[in-house]
């Protein structure tokens, strides 16, 4: 049993009850976009918290249905949504708990084997998900802005750990290790599986999984088959699509349209729009919107476990 509650962001396939009571929005979502906006580039101060909750999906005005928004806790499921309060190459729409996104300070804290060996105080964290070559390490760098923050490699499937690293002194970013071909022998692949599970479903201060997508390369099964496993199990997570200013020649497909077919093949697992965003590491394209993604849901939690 879940010391503290955990949103339950997204669910897949067998959703669970959702009901959280209505929150009174005295201002509009326009100028919250606007003030957590500034101060993810360090404008302004976070906007104070607040311990309402609300539901997330909606259809705006103006909108075509075909365009599936993440409502983030906070957002009434009827109201209107402005191009400016959307995250840049995103579906993620930002709502009142968004606030403070700046990355102050990266440490490494430490290295587990079993989820049992991971830190045990209160603070949250993402984990960063994804197959060995699709570019965690250098996505953890990138929004840390430390080159050997999480180390990278030529060769996929190095981290062979559960890594921590301390954010701000406040929360934590967690890298995996990748599933999918690694250097290391068939029996030591399945060990990492079944840890990362274990973490996934005994860990009780995880706010939501980050499962990286390759967009240079159309859909892989391996990919589809990890987020409809989370979603069973009720991990909330973010599809990072990453290597998003590379077009791959030979491998179909560019970015955009890699991403479109996924999104249309996950769209049968998922009953509501999972929230997902487009990442360069090499460009720096989506990394302030996704750590602001995070601050909105960390935020929330934050509150949540009050």
Wanted: aromatic letters at 8%.
């Amino acid at each position: 049993m879940l010391l503290r509650p955990r949103p339950f962001l997204l669910q897949a396939l067998a959703p669970l009850p959702f009901s959280r009571s209505p929150l009174a929005v005295r201002r509009t979502l326009s100028a919250h976009a606007a003030e957590a906006g500034a101060a993810s580039r360090g404008d302004a101060a976070p906007p104070a918290r607040t311990r309402h909750k609300n539901s997330r999906k909606a259809v705006p005005p103006g909108v075509s249905v075909n365009t599936a928004l993440f409502f983030p806790p906070g957002v009434e499921r009827d109201a209107a949504v402005a191009a400016e309060m959307l995250i840049p190459g995103s579906n993620i729409v930002v709502g009142p708990y968004a606030g403070d996104a700046r990355v102050k300070e990266a440490e490494f804290i430490k290295c587990s084997a079993h989820a049992r060996d991971c830190p045990k105080d209160d603070r949250p964290e993402f984990a960063v998900l994804g197959r060995s070559n699709v570019g965690k390490s250098s996505l953890i760098n990138a929004l840390t802005r430390r080159k050997e923050a999480a180390l990278t490699s030529k060769k996929p499937g190095k981290t062979q750990t559960i890594n921590h690293f301390l954010i701000n002194k406040s929360w934590y970013l967690v890298d995996l290790p990748g599933y999918g071909f690694a250097a290391a022998s068939k029996s030591a692949r399945m060990d990492w599986s079944s840890f990362t599970k274990g973490y996934f479903l005994n860990r009780d201060t995880l706010v939501g999984v980050l499962l990286l997508v390759d967009a240079s390369i159309p859909p892989q099964q391996i990919d589809l088959d990890c987020a409809n496993w989370l979603g069973r199990n009720n991990v909330g997570l973010t599809f990072v699509f990453t290597k998003c200013d590379k077009v791959k020649k030979g491998k179909g497909g560019r970015p955009d349209e890699n991403i479109k077919e996924f999104q249309e093949n996950i769209s049968s697992l998922y009953p509501e729009p999972p929230p997902w965003i487009m990442t360069s590491s090499t460009t720096g394209l989506g990394r302030d919107g996704l750590l602001l993604h995070m601050s909105q849901l960390r935020n929330y939690w934050d509150n949540e476990a009050i």
